[in-house]
């Protein structure tokens, strides 16, 4: 294979050369024997990380961490960095030769493409494939900056799925405000499905108080069949539709407002006019869900043929003149109305709603002008609701593509630039670099949490040049970088967490070990930290000392990105520095600092010289 199209000091490598088998052959644990809690986590080739758990100890698989985990069939790639049992079913355990960083191999592994060949196993393509070898310092550059783009990237999509979970908030507190009589109440708070995040979740008390002209009334005092299927399972089911043969509709095909019909089977005609004489489900009529796992599930009938209900399912045919079909399906849907009907469930393990309890449920009763205002008003909100929804599905598509391409990048050699490569601190110089900040804080009986920890790596590492590679952000309280956090809490051999709420700090364990490697980053931060703290020692308070730290970090960070360097442009800057008020109490740092002491900050930055270290001039 050609190493052409890779980097300096990259080759090819056949993954089957690049890995250890770790043999699991008399240890792996039927599914059956699964514990739903245990010491043990048991990894199958599942689609979750943990497929279950056991106390046996002689089933631990007994290598050295971390592993990958391989499912054989269905493709599944897991990082391992615990100890755990291996599931029975076509899993093969990996450990990558010393010469790869684990974590980038477990990456490559995602990029990698072989045969699809359905349920059959496909490790002896996978082990034929080549992959990229390159220097292990590079591995763990390049593992970095996956992980930092990792974590941009999953906490915007943490912010998207929230988004979408407000949505669900969203529908329900749309039906709370309808069948309570407000959801045309020009003062309710989700008057546009723009205002989810003002849509809590429903806390009305349900008495006997209705608007006027609304009433209570028995489902069946209202309907002219509530009904359910057969309570016999038919001695011949077919697959497919043919001459003489029904479609056989059970409680997985109902879902909410749609039907499932993805997984469907066909009865006879004998069986079927034995169903139909009593329970036949016509085009508009209500079906829900009474038996099973989806028990409460509705929707109206779309369909205009004929067809058979198992007794999971029951129909539901309102008086047209008095209740619509489209109102009884979103009341059903509603808090109320699911707790008046779903709510008188009986069963354990199998969840069932009995008949009577159906035709007994309350249900509220507005004049029929007034129900189809209501169920219109519904149907438009939730349009929106749908729409804004695509959008957000669109974003996570968007999202898991950008994933695959930083990976796609990595695999390439494209994601790291070769002379930042070159330049960058390594892993371990960051932890060292780090841990001698920690250690001239402590100096100074200064004890700090990550925050405070931060903007002195951040004023260091721009105002020393140390090249550090942290990509700083600007955050709510000053200049931040993910990174840092997952090294102080990560790392945890070299700092721990002392203190509690908003007294906790970190200490530096280990200094004879973390030291022991030289490193003139250290040198560097050993020699000129003291300097630095001392700028802050002339505050004794250490709520303003810290405030002061915070400022002068700020407006380096608004110097570096935004090569500004008067005062009100500075301060215009620090305007835009949105924060979460909530956390902060501050809507944006030009809040948080006054004009005067931006100046002084300022001033104090020219006289140390760091305006050209900050924002060198550039040639035009």
Known sequence: MSDNNLPPDWSWVKLGDAIEKIPITGIKLKQKEYLQKGKYPVVDQGQELIGGYSNDESLVVDSPLPLIVFGDHTKVKKFIDFKFIAGADGIKVLRPKKYYNSKLFYYFLHCIKFPDKGYARHFQYVEKVF???????????????IEELFSELDSGVAAIKKAKEQIK???????????SGRLFDPLSPIQVVGDINKAAEPKTTYGKQLPEGWKWVKLEEVCEKIQDGSHFSPKNQYNQKGEGRYLYLTSKNIRNNYLDLTNVCYVDKAFHDSIYRRCNPQYGDILLTKDGANTGNVTLNTLTEEFSLLSSVCIIKTSKEKLLPQFVKYYLQSPIGFKEVVGAMSGTAIKRIILKHIKEANIILPPIIKQNSIVNEIEKRFSEADNLEKAIDNSLAKAETLRQSILKQA????????????????????????????????????????????????????????????????WHFGPYSPEIKKILNKHNGYFIRAGWGKGLFYKLTKEDKLFSYSNNLVDIVEKKLPDLIEIFEIFKNTKERDHKIELLASVCKVIEDDRVIESQDVFKKLKEWNTDEIITGFKNKAERFKEDEVRRSLDFIRKQGWIELLAPKTNE
């Open 411 to 474: 695999f390439e050699g494209k994601l790291v630039l070769h002379y930042e490569i070159k330049k960058q601190a390594t892993p371990f110089q960051k932890i060292q670099v780090i841990g001698a900040i920690i250690k001239g804080m402590e100096t100074y009986n200064y004890h700090k949490g990550e925050m405070i920890i931060a903007k002195y790596i951040y004023l260091a590492d721009k105002i020393y040049k140390l090249n550090l590679g942290f990509k700083y952000q600007k």
């Open 131 to 145: 992959i990229p070898l390159l220097p292990l310092p590079e591995q763990n550059i390049i593992v970095d900056k």
């Open 169 to 179: 908030t969203y529908r329900q507190a749309v039906l709370e405000y309808a069948f």
